[in-house]
Nanobody, 123 residues
Framework: QVKLAESGGGLAQAGGSLRLACVASGLTVSTYGMAWFRQAPGKEREFVGIIKWNTWTYYADSVKGRFTISRDSAKNTVFLQMASLKPEDTAVYFC?????????????????WGQGTQVTVSS
């Protein structure tokens, strides 16, 4: 049984940083496409970034240069380091996993999801 568990969310000031973690069980993060999505109140869930099986990363334009995805294979964990946070980054952040090697920014292509962690950025 696959389980993805996010942690690390909370309250940050604009310009600050947070690091989210996604601990996986039932799958190996180094063989899956591991992505982060977010959903702000009243908005649709949107793609944030992905780290593929070969460590290649890709980010949405809205977070490029500010957010970094990495992984620790020994801990079977994926991280989302967020810097220079803005109030518009406020959202519930979700970890998702996709078995196939093709890259996708479409949430419908991801088989497994975590429960989400809230990030709130104050101005």
């Amino acid at each position: 049984q696959v389980k993805l568990a996010e942690s690390g969310g909370g309250l940050a000031q604009a310009g600050g940083s947070l690091r989210l973690a996604c601990v996986a069980s039932g799958l190996t993060v180094s063989t899956y496409g591991m992505a982060w999505f977010r959903q702000a109140p009243g908005k649709e869930r949107e793609f944030v970034g992905i780290i593929k099986w070969n460590t290649w990363t890709y980010y949405a334009d809205s977070v490029k240069g500010r957010f970094t995805i990495s992984r620790d294979s020994a801990k079977n964990t994926v991280f989302l380091q967020m810097a220079s946070l803005k109030p518009e980054d406020t959202a519930v952040y979700f970890c998702a996993a996709r078995e196939t090697r093709a890259t996708s920014v479409d949430e419908a292509d991801y088989e497994y999801w975590g429960q989400g962690t809230q990030v709130t950025v104050s101005s």
